[in-house]
Structures are given as C-alpha cells and as structure tokens.
C-alpha cells in the first residue's frame, strides 16, 4: 500500500499536527477489517526508507516527545515521533488497536511483559528494525541512547484510546486512560 502525504496545518496548542492520506474509498459495503501487524509492519518500513517524504516535519522538544500525524483515514494512521535521550512513554496500550513502529534514526529501547517463565522483557531497537503488535499487546518505549531518536507508527484502526499502566511486583496495573482530545 503506497501511502500519498497532503498537506496539513499544525494547531498551536499541542505538539502534533495533523496531515491526512489520500486513500481510495472503500470498495465494499460496510466496515472493513483492521489491517495486519504485517501489513502495518510494511507500511512503516515502507515510509522509513523514504525520508524525503517525512524528514522536514520532525521537530524536538525537551518538555516531551514531539509528535504528528501524517496520515489520518478510516482504515489506519500513521504517527511521526521524535524522542530525545530521557523521553518514554511509560507502559501503555493501544485502546485494541493493531500497530507497528519502525525506528528511522536513533536508537530506542522497548519493555514488554513476556509472561511468568520469561518476566520483564527489554529489547534494544536499533535504527532499521521494526516491531508489529497485535490488539492487546502493552509497551514501553524509550530513549536511553545518548542522542536522539525518530520513529513512524501505524495503527488500524485508528487509536481511540490509550490506557497507561505502572509496573509493581505483581504485574501491570492499569493508572488512566486518554482519548484523542489529549493528543
């Protein structure tokens, strides 16, 4: 799937702008399904090795990671994010949506629960490599490199939600919850 960026306009009181796709209507009646891990997964890479298409959005802030969404349609969206040594976003969900991230420059580390036998898992995620998730999966995502980072993110359908969860010796426990109007 080849992904058109248009033109979008940023809104002065948070960090991210929106852009929406040019993206052809639905050819079935109805709600179509959410798009695979794996075609996210694609979708991500895809616009990595593009740069050129992306790269003079990117902006960096020290109050928190900076982020826009370049494409916005029914079936999925994709997010530019920057993130500075320090930055993370804490152990969060994707309100059941599917996803994928692709790391573009930098370097990143992501925290997962493997389950009892296997415990915390820490994953170094190097510029290159791409993650793909499906509707229950919980993350953190970090910087502990010395520079910064940029990555590209796709979710289908589109987020709706996103739960924020702390890690206590029992597991995860579920903190807050944000919908779109806090993006």
Do not use: C, K
């Not at 694609?42 to 900076?66: C, K, Y």
């Not at 206590?168 to 579920?174: C, D, F, N, Q, S």
Request: hydrophobic share 35%; net charge negative; glycine share 10%.
């Amino acid at each position: 799937m080849s992904l058109d960026l248009a033109p979008g306009t940023a809104d002065p009181t948070t960090s991210a702008a929106t852009t929406t796709a040019v993206v052809a209507p639905a050819t079935t009646g109805g709600a179509r399904a959410p798009l695979t891990p794996n075609v996210l997964r694609g979708i991500v890479r895809e616009l990595a090795e593009q740069p050129d298409r992306w790269i003079h959005h990117v902006r960096l802030s020290t109050d928190e990671r900076w982020y826009r969404r370049l494409v916005a349609d029914e079936e999925h969206e994709v997010w530019l994010i920057s993130w500075l040594p320090g930055q993370s976003t804490g152990f969060h969900d994707h309100g059941g949506s599917r996803g994928a991230f692709t790391v573009a420059l930098g370097e990143l580390e992501e925290l997962s629960l493997g389950g009892p036998e296997q415990g915390l898992l820490i994953r170094r995620v190097p510029a290159g490599t791409t993650r793909a998730f499906g509707p229950e999966y919980v993350h953190d995502v970090r910087n502990t490199a010395s520079g910064p980072a940029v990555t590209l993110h796709a979710y289908s359908p589109p987020l709706s939600s996103m739960a924020h969860y702390d890690l206590r010796a029992g597991g995860l426990v579920r903190t807050s919850q944000e919908g779109p109007e806090q993006w």
